[in-house]
C-alpha cells in the first residue's frame, strides 16, 4: 500500500505566527530538496538565494560636500565614473544627489567595483563642476554619506540561458570574461537552478509588492516586475539600505565588453499549500535554459541546469606548486574579479566561484565545471563550461543566512501589499 503524505494548508498569518513562537520549521532551498516527502511537508519557510551579474542595478546618494561654497552641480564623476545629479539640486546646501547606473565604467573600473570600495570606505574620489563653473575635487568616505540606496530595474530573473559561439571568429560580449571562442568550443551561462528564488515561486503567489528580502545581505523590499519581465521569465525589482551591505556579496565582474555588476538576493518563500510545496522542491536537471547563440541571443536548444550544477565544483581550489612561472600569467590577468595575486592565491571574499582560471591554467587552479552533449543541426557535440555568471555558494550562503535570521527572528517575513503578475 502507497500512502500519500499531504501537507497542511496555512496562511501567512499563521507563519508568522510560528516564526514569532519559535516554532516554525525553516529550510533552505537545497535542504528541502534534500529531505524526505514527510519532512518536507512539515516546512513553513523556504529560503533561496541567487547571486549573479545583474546590470540591471543602481545606485541613488547624497554626497557631502566640503572644500567649497557651490550652487548646483551640473555634472559628477566618482572615481572617474559618470554619476548623474539630481533629480533634486540642493542649492547651497553643500551636497550632491546623485545615480550611479550599474553598467557604468570607467575603463576596466565599474560601476560594481565602485559601490564595493564604497561599503570597504575606501576613499571615493569626487570630481564635480558647478553650474556657475566651480570645480571640485576632493574624497569622501562612504560612511560620511548621508543617505545611500540600491535599486533595480531588474533582477533575479527566474533563471537565465546558456550561450556558444557558433561562428568561426571571437566575439567580445558581457556572457564572457573573455573573448568567446568559436566553433561551439566553450560554453558560459547563469543562474543558480533549482535555488533561484522566483524558481521556486514561478506564479509570484507568495513574492509581491512589500515583499521583504536580502539584497547583498541587506534588508530590502521587492517593488515590482523590471523591465523585460515575462510570464515565462519573470524578474524583480527592490530597494535596499546599502549602508548595511555586506561587501563580500557585491562587486563588478569584467567581462570582454567591459565591467558588469554583481548582485545576491535571498528570499523567503511560505510553504502555503501542496502546489508552493512543489514548487519548492525542483530540481536542478527539472530546469530548462536554452542553449543560444551569443551573437543574437536565439536558442538552438535546450539543456537543464542538472547538468551544469550536479557533480559539479562550486569552488576552486589551487596548487601553486604547480605553476610553471609564465612570463605573464593569464590566470592573474584575466580573473573578472581581481581575485588571484601574483602568489597564485585565491583572495576568497572576492573570487566569484566563476572557475575561469581553471579553464585558462587547469595546472594550477582546479575545478569541474562540467560540460553538455546537445545535438545542434543535425551534428552532436559536447561542449565545455568555460566560465560561469552565476556564483551558487555564495547564493547558498546568503540563503542559509536568511534562515538564520528567520530563526532568531531577526528578521519578519511580510506578506505582499500587492500581488505582481509574473
Known sequence: ?????????????????????GEAVVMTAQEIKECTEKEAAEVDVVTTGTRGVMSGTYGVFSIPIKSLKFSKAKSLFLNGICAHPGPCPNENLNLIEAVVFGTASAGNYGAGMLFRDML??????????????????????????????????RNAFRNYSAMTNPHDHPITTI????EFSPNYKELTFSGCGSINPVQNDPSLRTIGIGTKVLVNGAEGFVTGTGTRSTQQSPNLTAVAD????????????????GPECIVSWAVPIPVLDETLLKNVRIQNEQIQLPLSDVSIRKPMTYIDYGKLWNGTSLSVKADSDKCKHCEVCKAVKSCPMSAISDMLEINRYRCFNCGLCSTICPDVFHADLGKVQVCIDGTTREIPVACRQSDRARALKISRELKSKLLDRTFLLTEPVEKLQP
Open 1 to 21: 500500500m502507497v500512502f500519500v503524505i499531504q501537507m497542511t494548508i496555512r496562511t501567512f498569518n499563521e507563519i508568522k505566527r510560528k516564526l514569532s513562537a
Open 120 to 153: 570597504e570606505n575606501k576613499p571615493i574620489h569626487v570630481e564635480a563642476v558647478a553650474k556657475d563653473g566651480t570645480q571640485i575635487s576632493e574624497d569622501v568616505f562612504f560612511e560620511d554619506m548621508p543617505y545611500a540606496k540600491l535599486m533595480s530595474t
Open 175 to 178: 556572457f564572457h570574461a573573455l
Open 242 to 257: 546599502m549602508k548595511e551591505m555586506n561587501p563580500d556579496y557585491m562587486g563588478g565582474f569584467m567581462t570582454s565588453e
